[in-house]
């Protein structure tokens, strides 16, 4: 089996909501790997990766995502993998009409704008390094289009063609660019999220495993190893793609 301890050795990790969940395990992987790691989010949790450095901070602003740049420069002095996972939402069982005004702009502000803004800070940072990749992590669970997360899901649509347009234009810099799109995975923000919808259907909360055809829910470490395909050079060649992590819902579960 090959050895991937020290395929990040010498690069420099900056994750976005890396205290928990899938951030949390993107960040250990690559931890793992041998890279010096920067993760932020507003507060720390108990699953928080010992080994990165944590700032706290907050991208939903313009202001935000420049002073943490900064901050994450001043550390690692320099960044050569950027990771968008920052996210979340509120579920309004009301449908898309009982979804407040200001929560639309939220789900915007931290779904899709915080990665523009935090890819645009870091950007010049990362022209300088020989081997740069950033991976966004959007979101493709069953839940995340549906009327009561449609503000949630519009958002990380708009990061999907964000995605894919800035992979076009930071190809020529040797920069690569992909997507990693989760399905149903355990993670202390989607538990909360899927308790909801079960609740409301009156269902068990493992129900929403039996939907998957691969037959579980997925595990954050499993969305940490395509991430770190993309990020290591393993996926030298890869940009522009956005990969289903997903145990088959995507491709099989709709037909």
């Known amino acids: ?11 420099k990790a900056f994750v976005t909501g890396g205290s928990r969940g899938i951030g949390a395990a993107i960040a250990q992987r690559l931890l793992d790997g041998g890279a010096e790691v920067v993760i932020s989010a507003r507060s720390k949790h108990e699953d928080t990766p010992a080994g990165a450095t944590f700032i706290k901070g907050d991208i939903s602003t313009v202001d935000g995502a420049n002073a943490l740049a900064r901050e994450v420069l001043e550390t690692l002095g320099g960044i050569d993998i950027l990771i968008n996972n920052a996210g979340s939402a509120r579920v309004h069982l009301g449908g898309s009409a009982a979804i407040p005004d200001e929560e639309w702009l939220d789900a915007l502000d931290l779904n899709f704008l915080s990665a523009v803004r935090t890819t645009n800070a870091l950007l010049p940072a990362l022209k300088e390094s020989s081997n740069a990749a950033i991976v ?6 069953p839940n ?13 649509a708009a990061l999907n063609t964000y995605s894919l347009g800035l992979a076009a234009e930071l190809a020529p810099k040797k920069i690569r660019v992909n997507t990693v799109t989760p399905g149903l995975v355990v993670t202390p923000g989607a538990d909360e999220i ?9 269902v068990p909360e493992g129900a929403m495993g039996g939907m998957v055809p691969l037959g579980r829910m997925g595990q954050a470490l499993e969305v940490a190893e395509v991430v770190a395909l993309l990020a290591s050079d393993r996926g030298i060649w890869i940009t522009g793609q956005n990969y289903f992590v997903d145990g088959g819902m995507a491709a099989i579960g709709k037909k």
């Open 1 to 11: 089996m090959q050895d991937f301890s020290k395929e990040f050795s010498g690069r």
């Open 194 to 202: 899927r308790k909801v919808f079960t609740d409301a259907m009156g």
């Open 136 to 141: 966004n992590i959007s979101s493709g669970g």
């Open 144 to 156: 995340a289009f549906l009327a009561p997360l449609l503000h949630y899901g519009a958002a990380k």
